[in-house]
Every structure is written in C-alpha cells, then in structure tokens.
T-cell receptor
Framework: QSALTQPASVSGSPGQSITISCTGT?????????VSWYQQHPGKAPEMMIY???NRPSGVSTRFSGSKSGNTASLTISGLQAEDEADYYC???????????FGGGTKLTVL | EVQLVESGGDLVQPGGSLRLSCAAS????????MHWVRQGPGKGLVWVSRIKGDGSDTKYADFVKGRFTISRDNAKNTLYLQMNSLRAEDTAVYYC???????????WGQGTLATVSS
C-alpha cells in the first residue's frame, strides 16, 4: 500500500482537461511544498513534470499544472493529447523515516 | 546533456548480493544529492536510498536498512548500490536518480533490472 493515495485510473477525450488527485497526510503533503509529479510511458523511465507543487521544469508543456490544498495535491492536464496517455505518479518529501513517498500511480487513458 | 546510465542488474538467488552502478555525465556530479528508486514488476515507484553530494550522509528506506549500502565515487562520477541478503521482494527495476536541489527527482536513468529468484 502506497503512502500517497491516487486514483487507479482516469480518462478523457482529446482536448478535454483532467485532474489527478494525490492525498497524503500532515506528515508529507501537508507539511511541505515539496510535492512533485512524474509521467511514465510504458517501458520508459519516469520524467518530472511538476516540482514544488506547481513549478514546471524547462521543456514541460504549459498544459501541465499543479496545485495543493491541505493534504491533497492535484495535477491538471488541459487540452489532452494522445501523447499524454501514460502513468502518473505524485511524490512528496516527508517528516517520517521514509523521507520520500510516492503515490500508487494513475493510468491516464486518452479516449 | 544530463545522462545517467545504470548497470549491474542480474538474476541472483535469495540471500545473494548484487552491486549496481550508475555512470553520470553532463553535470557536476559532486554538487548533487543522488537517489536510488525502484519499481517492482507492474508496481509503482518506491524510494530506496539517498546520498549527499560529498558522500557525507546517507539515508535508507526501512525495508533495506542494514542490507543495502549507497555510495559514490565523485572522481569517477559514479553512484553505487551494494545490495546484500537479497529477497524475492527486492526484484525490481532500480533507477539512478538525480535530486534537483529541491527534494525532487529531476533526471532518471533508464533503469537496471535486479531479479531475485531460485
């Protein structure tokens, strides 16, 4: 069981927007603004899409945005494209011995 | 261009050992914390270990404490993970990952597969 809770799957049609939630506790998401999101295509390594809750690394599309409220973080992808179909993982630094935790991952299907 | 290239993954029997390596290039290796993150077959990502840039401090997930050792050779721009007393549940792709100075994972290697099975 993962430390952070994500929906197992979400789907949307091209051009639509979707949001993936990531729920933690006051020891991780609620404690720091050190939430990040990763995209992983099948058979590939993960790629960072968002860091520090809402910042995009250079080269990541502006269609990707992040936010946080209390113990829950969210990733929104607007203007869905076929290439966005992938697994998405949230991560947070924590106050516990585990130090870094991930969500269980969300499979995004573009219909 | 930042590159992280892992090697050393193999099939090993339970109780055995493996040493993973990660060759880094395209950045000043000693300036960055480095991590190992693993992913079991069909499973999610799990943080394993972290080492500071000068190697002065290491941290481990509880499930590998006392069995795994992270180290680095900054002269060779190489990160290591010594894995002892391996168990079937350690079977995973192990990723070498750079910490982006902000407690995140900004660059990932392609991963190396460690399989623990009799």
């Amino acid at each position: 069981q993962s430390a952070l809770t994500q929906p197992a799957s979400v789907s949307g049609s091209p051009g639509q927007s979707i949001t993936i939630s990531c729920t933690g506790t006051s020891s991780d998401i609620g404690a720091y603004n050190r939430v990040s999101w990763y995209q992983q295509h099948p058979g590939k390594a993960p790629e960072m899409m968002i860091y520090e809750v809402s910042n995009r690394p250079s080269g990541v599309s502006t269609r990707f945005s992040g936010s946080k409220s209390g113990n829950t973080a969210s990733l929104t992808i607007s203007g869905l494209q076929a290439e966005d179909e992938a697994d998405y993982y949230c991560s947070s630094y924590t106050t516990t011995n585990t130090l870094w935790v991930f969500g269980g991952g969300t499979k995004l299907t573009v219909l | 261009e930042v590159q992280l290239v892992e090697s050393g993954g193999d099939l090993v029997q339970p109780g055995g050992s493996l040493r993973l390596s990660c060759a880094a290039s395209g950045f000043t290796f000693s300036y960055y914390w480095m991590h190992w993150v693993r992913q079991g077959p069909g499973k999610g990502l799990v943080w394993v270990s972290r080492i500071k840039g000068d190697g002065s401090d290491t941290k481990y997930a509880d499930f590998v404490k006392g069995r795994f050792t992270i180290s680095r050779d900054n002269a060779k721009n190489t990160l290591y993970l010594q894995m002892n007393s391996l168990r079937a549940e350690d079977t995973a792709v192990y990723y070498c990952v750079r910490d982006g100075h902000r407690y995140n994972f900004d660059y990932w290697g392609q991963g190396t597969l460690a399989t623990v099975s009799s």
